[in-house]
């Protein structure tokens, strides 16, 4: 296996509105986050004469849109939307698109669970939604404070989706999406989101990785209310290890941090990251504990309730994970609680 260092071809991102060519015809694009992941990556690629496709949206707030507009009349201008490429469901992936799709009357690509799972959120207004995410925060042993801010936030994606588009254009595992002189096969990744859609060029040499691998953190595995069964590690697991298998000199553009080379050397350093994690969950199980005590051999600063959230689904990914392996057993207490202990 080639071992190359992870590598930054390129030292620095475009401004906002600004655009960089990363290889002929493909263009890179960033747009700023209100969170403490402050960026995404967005890409452009030339799609025949005077047309462009783009990949993925940026978060449905008005600065994108206006960063958006200032696009279209500065490095963009003269050039037509072709079609917008969704990687998957989250807001800042998504969160534009029902608004990119309508403004330029171009279809949205994206695989059909991506797909419905953004418009089923979009819509979801239901009281059980609420209901069951109580229910599932209640047997992970949120306290009532914890629980009271889990009911104020409701459905907090709907906030951040200007609106999703009423029909798709499904991409499968294996597709060629032929965008202007470029073949792009639809790679199926998973883990992270439903049925993630990374975009490989192999004339290029390029991947086009949405969240499903990133240069710098590790991208977000976790369970949620939704699914709250799901041993969604064994996933993301398998999707990196088909990753791995692409060419070793391939440049990765990640939706996160900047380019990159060296993915095999990114695979591995992701695969040696959960394994620590596991025998860190593991290590934590001295006795019977809840996910909320696990949590803190996994993240030893303080959280926020937004970052909770994400904390609670990462170490669930991994208890999970470590219950379908039959190295711990998870228990529900009299009190309604779910505990874990080594098997
Ligand atoms: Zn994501």
């Known amino acids: 296996m080639n071992a190359s260092p992870v590598a930054h071809p390129f030292d620095a991102p475009p401004a906002p509105a600004e655009m960089r060519e990363v290889a002929p015809g493909i263009h890179w694009i960033r747009m700023p986050l209100p969170f403490a992941l402050d960026h995404i990556n967005l890409w452009a690629l030339d799609d025949g004469e005077g047309g462009v496709a783009l990949v993925d949206s940026g978060l449905g707030t008005d600065e994108t849109k206006a960063l958006w507009a200032s696009l279209f009349t500065g490095p963009l201008a003269g050039k037509t939307p072709t079609r917008l490429v969704c990687t998957h469901f989250h807001p800042d992936h998504m969160g534009l698109a029902g608004w990119l799709c309508d403004r330029f009357d171009i279809e949205l690509h994206a695989t059909m669970r991506e797909w419905l799972f953004a418009r089923m959120l979009w819509l979801e207004q239901s009281d059980d939604f609420i209901a069951n995410q109580l229910r599932y925060y209640r047997r992970i042993g949120f306290d009532e404070s914890q629980l009271a801010g889990v009911a104020e936030r409701g459905n907090s994606f709907r906030n951040r989706i200007e609106r999703m588009p009423v029909r798709v254009i499904g991409l499968r595992h294996g597709d060629t999406l032929t965008i202007g002189r470029h073949d792009w096969r639809v ?18 040499g390029i991947l086009i990785s949405g969240d499903q691998i990133l240069p710098r953190i590790s991208p977000i595995v976790g369970v949620w209310p939704q699914q709250p069964e799901s041993e969604p590690l064994s996933l993301f697991l398998d999707a990196l290890s088909r990753l791995g298998e692409l060419p070793a000199d391939t440049l990765v553009l990640p939706s996160h941090g900047l380019p990159f080379t060296g993915l095999r050397t990114r695979v591995a350093e992701l695969q040696a990251h959960h394994a620590e994690r596991l025998d860190r969950t593991l290590a934590a199980l001295t006795e019977p504990r809840r996910a909320q005590e696990v949590l803190k051999a996994l993240f030893r600063r303080e959280l926020d309730a937004h970052q909770m959230g994400f904390a609670v689904a990462e170490t669930l990914a991994h208890l999970h994970h470590l219950m379908a392996q039959g190295k711990v057993a998870r228990d529900l207490g009299a009190d309604g609680v779910w505990s874990y202990r080594r098997a």
């Open 187 to 204: 790679i199926e990744g998973g883990g992270h989101s439903p049925e993630h859609a990374c975009l490989h060029c192999a004339e290029a």
